[in-house]
Nanobody, 127 residues
Framework: QVQLVESGGGLVQPGGSLRLSCAASGRSIGTYIMGWFRQAPGKERDFVAAISWRGSSTRYADSVKGRFTISRDNAKNTVYLQMNSLKPEDTAVYYC????????????????????WGQGTQVTVSS
């Protein structure tokens, strides 16, 4: 299995930006679908974004569409989540996930579809 470590979280004011990184180790993620999920206190883990193994296809939750961008650098074994125009409701622990299945990325919106997870990084949007 691949090991995932997220970084880049922190405290940011509304309207600000953060860039999360997810560094993988153990094996190459070049053939893995990669995803970002988030979980606020007392709530379920929700889908944020996913990207195909070549980076040619992406899918976003409606709540982040137009503000967040998922990307990947397979040579660096790393996936990114650029978050702009942040809102207080974006406050959550953000998790990186990976899975080797060959499914359309548009269908990979449930946490149960992903087999490998990072420990998460806290993002707090507050003035």
């Amino acid at each position: 299995q691949v090991q995932l470590v997220e970084s880049g979280g922190g405290l940011v004011q509304p309207g600000g930006s953060l860039r999360l990184s997810c560094a993988a180790s153990g094996r190459s993620i070049g053939t893995y679908i990669m995803g970002w999920f988030r979980q606020a206190p007392g709530k379920e883990r929700d889908f944020v974004a996913a990207i195909s193994w070549r980076g040619s296809s992406t899918r976003y939750a409606d709540s982040v569409k137009g503000r967040f961008t998922i990307s990947r650098d397979n040579a660096k074994n790393t996936v990114y989540l650029q978050m702009n125009s942040l809102k207080p409701e974006d406050t959550a622990v953000y998790y990186c996930a990976a899975d080797p299945r060959k499914s359309p990325v548009a269908t990979m919106i449930l946490p149960t579809y992903f087999g490998s997870w990072g420990q998460g990084t806290q993002v707090t949007v507050s003035s």
